[in-house]
């Protein structure tokens, strides 16, 4: 688990290491970049949207544990149910 720091946006480095902190920020807006485009049905935006993220962070991907990426594809896929499950969507045809 992390803390944050609500002013500053900087995760507290008693916790995470910068890279780390850093794999997690950026997933985050990903994550949330995705879910705000399936809201708006709008699937070519956000696969431009993850395009550019593995363009830009490819090192961060790469460099991420194993334990990282799978609680982060756990967490993309939990968010896409509960936002499907909520506005009655079907997020397989989405993904």
């Known amino acids: 688990m992390f803390y944050y720091d609500y002013d500053q946006l900087n995760f507290s480095r008693q916790k995470l290491d910068e890279k780390k902190a850093n794999y997690l920020l950026r997933f985050s807006f990903l994550e949330y970049s995705l879910i705000f485009n399936f809201e708006k049905r709008e699937p ?13 962070h490819s090192d961060l991907v790469k460099n991420a544990s194993h334990e990282d990426l799978h609680r982060s594809l756990v967490n993309v896929v939990s968010d896409f149910t509960m936002t499907g499950l909520a506005n009655h969507f079907n997020a397989t045809n989405f993904v």
């Open 44 to 56: 070519s935006r956000a696969k431009r949207e993850l395009a550019a993220f593995f363009e830009q």
